[in-house]
Every structure is written in structure tokens, then in C-alpha cells.
């Protein structure tokens, strides 16, 4: 009986092996066509012990220490502008090639995905939703925002064009429009001049002055959020009903929580990360040529 289950045993291993080998060689050889069918040019290697095991050890210890992006950074150097390499089982490529970073974010977007890996990992936390699941993020939305502000653009006729005004508008509108249900459309605003004249310096005010329009300010996103929190917990306010299947962070959590105070709370904390996004797209047109063409 004994030796018939190491039998099992070591027949079930076998085919676990087997199965692992046979996966490996297909996506092998299916990345083998892709790249010949791209004119890919293969990537730099980064050196890997056994299974990647060292590279798993460094990327821990720097996580640990809050700086494993600059471990990452520090491998472009060394390596390239794209390279490969093992981290415990699995392959990891890194690029900041001008043509790639196109690829993955404009001209072939829907090739690319979170893969299940990421769900697996973040869904007991995040649940399915635009962090987790490829296509949740309602990319056609995107994409009328970008158009928008694409349009902005032409109006200057060729001039000189401040980039930061418009992709903070960009940030904002699908910022709103995921978060909230809803967009601000401020791309549309006849007050956005993107070529007009730069303003002067800073407005001098007294430290009273500065009070009261912290405080006017503040009251003005509150109210924002407030009706969107509103609309969240009593949809039919809604002037204009949903279109099906739309992804609204806002009503997802709505969804779990009937707490007006919480909810207020979300959409104020995923904003200030989306502000950062908008920042991090003009350090990507203005040090990259990624869309020069």
C-alpha cells in the first residue's frame, strides 16, 4: 500500500513537470513568433542565479528598505534599455524603450493586460474592478478624453502649447468620470487656454486671505463629493441614468457601505494618486520621445 502511494506520488510530480515544461515551451515558442512578426530585437540579460533566487532575495531586501524602484531603475544602466531576466520561477522584463512604452500605452493598449496573477493577488482586497481586471477600466472613456484633448491642441494653430494645464484636465476628467460616475468635463471649458499667455508671479495675499480660500476651496470639493455621494447611495438622482456595465469606484463601495462619511473619504484619497498620474504624463512626453511620431 505504502509503495503504491509514493507511486502516485512520484507519477502526479512527474506530470506536474511535465505539464510546467510543455506550458513553458509553447509560451516559448509563441514569443519566439511574436518577436520575429515585431522585429524585436532581444533584450538584455540580467543575470540570474538558480530559478532567479538571488534576484528575488534583492528585490525583497529593497522593498523592505522603501526603495525598490531605484534597485529597478539601477538595472538601464547596466543593461539596457530593455532586459529580462528570472526572479523566482517567473520571467521579468523591464523597459523604458521609447517604441515599448508606445506600445504598451498607446498603439497596442488592448495587447496587453494585468494577467491573473495580479487579480489572484489583489482581489481580497480590491475585489474585480478597474485595479484588478484588464477592460474595467472602460478604456472607450479614456480614449474620448485623450480625443478632447487632442482637440484642444489644435486650436493653437501651431503655437507654443503648455502641456500641464492640459493633462491636469485630462487627469481630472477621467479621474471624475472613473471615481465618481461622472466627468467634469473640463477639457471643454472655454476658459481652458492652453497657448494663451503665461500669468505672472505669485498672488501675495496675508496669511488671512490665504485662510479664507483654503476654507472656500475646501467647501467647494466637499460639495463636489457630497453629490456624487448622494447620487452613490440614492442612484435614481442621477439627472442621467448609467450606461450598462459602466465601472464607477464611487458606487462599488456604495456597494459595501452605507456610510456617507467613508465614502466622502475615497474619492479625495484616489484623487491625489490620479494628480500624481497627471504629473508623471507630462514627465513622459517631455523626457521620452514615446509619441514623437
Known amino acids: 500500500m505504502e509503495l503504491a502511494v509514493k507511486f502516485f506520488l512520484l507519477l502526479a510530480i512527474l506530470l506536474y513537470l511535465l505539464l510546467k515544461l510543455t506550458a513553458y515551451l509553447l509560451i516559448t515558442y509563441q514569443n519566439r513568433i511574436f518577436a520575429k512578426s515585431h522585429n524585436c530585437l532581444p533584450p538584455g540579460r540580467l543575470p540570474s542565479s538558480f530559478v532567479g533566487l538571488s534576484n528575488w532575495v534583492r528585490l525583497t531586501r529593497t522593498a523592505k528598505r522603501g526603495d525598490i524602484l531605484d534597485h529597478i531603475l539601477s538595472h538601464f544602466p547596466i543593461h539596457g ?30 495587447d496587453f493586460g494585468l494577467g491573473s ?15 484588478t481586471l484588464d477592460g474595467a477600466g472602460d478604456v472607450e472613456a479614456l480614449e474620448l478624453h485623450v480625443q478632447r484633448l487632442m482637440n484642444r491642441l489644435l486650436e493653437g494653430d501651431g503655437e507654443v502649447a503648455d502641456l500641464q494645464p492640459l493633462f491636469y484636465c485630462l487627469t481630472l476628467d477621467s479621474a471624475t468620470d ?16 492652453p497657448t494663451g499667455a503665461a500669468s505672472g508671479g505669485k498672488e501675495e495675499m496675508s496669511f488671512a486671505q490665504s485662510f479664507n480660500r483654503f476654507r472656500d476651496a ?22 442621467k441614468k448609467a450606461p450598462e456595465g459602466k465601472y464607477a469606484f464611487l458606487d462599488a463601495i456604495a456597494a459595501e457601505t452605507r456610510d456617507p462619511g467613508y465614502l466622502r473619504d475615497q474619492p479625495r484619497v484616489m484623487k491625489e494618486g490620479e494628480t500624481r498620474m497627471g504629473r508623471h504624463r507630462v514627465l513622459l512626453l517631455v523626457h521620452t520621445p514615446v509619441f514623437a511620431d
Open 81 to 110: 534599455n530593455t532586459w529580462k531576466g528570472r526572479v523566482l520561477f517567473s520571467t521579468s522584463i523591464g523597459t523604458i524603450g521609447p517604441e515599448n512604452i508606445k506600445a504598451i500605452l498607446a498603439t497596442s493598449f488592448k
Open 117 to 131: 496573477q495580479r487579480h489572484n493577488n489583489f482581489y481580497p482586497l480590491l475585489g474585480d474592478g478597474i485595479f
Open 178 to 193: 472613473f471615481l465618481l460616475g461622472e466627468s467634469v468635463d473640463s477639457l471643454l471649458s472655454p476658459e481652458l487656454n
Open 218 to 239: 475646501n467647501a467647494i470639493v466637499h460639495g463636489l463629493i457630497d453629490r456624487y455621494v448622494d447620487m452613490a447611495l440614492h442612484p435614481e438622482k442621477r439627472a
